[in-house]
């Protein structure tokens, strides 16, 4: 069974900075593309930054030049640094594995990230 386990999330204060972690328990061999996904109360689902095998990756237009997603050498491991933060940010983020086998896709247990004075 994959596994995601996520860290990093907490309460920041507005322009203030945090880094989130997702390691997948599967090879980089297994992994198409990795991405961090939040979800705020009364909101669906969205996409924050993806990032591929091949190193391809994309932003959602509101975190664009104030979020970095990376990925760890072992390639089986996703960083999302945020910067810059904005009370819009405050949701509960989501890690998520696009897989080349079965399950496909799994997500992570999701991280809060709370942006307050």
């Known amino acids: 069974q994959v596994q995601l386990v996520e860290s990093g999330g907490g309460l920041v204060q507005p322009g203030g900075s945090l880094r989130l972690s997702c390691a997948a328990s599967v090879s980089t061999f297994e992994i198409d593309a990795m991405g961090w996904y939040r979800q705020a109360p009364g909101n669906q689902r969205e996409l924050v930054a993806r990032?591929?095998?091949?190193?391809?990756?994309m932003y959602a237009g509101s975190v664009k030049g104030r979020f970095t997603v990376s990925r760890g050498n072992a390639k089986n491991t996703v960083y999302l640094q945020m910067d810059s933060l904005k009370p819009e940010d405050t949701a509960v983020y989501y890690c998520?594995?696009?897989?080349?086998?079965?399950?496909?896709?799994?997500w992570g247990q999701g991280t809060q990230v709370t942006v307050s004075s």
């Open positions: 998520l594995a696009e897989l080349r086998g079965p399950p496909y896709l799994t």
């Open positions: 990032i591929t095998s091949g190193g391809s990756i």
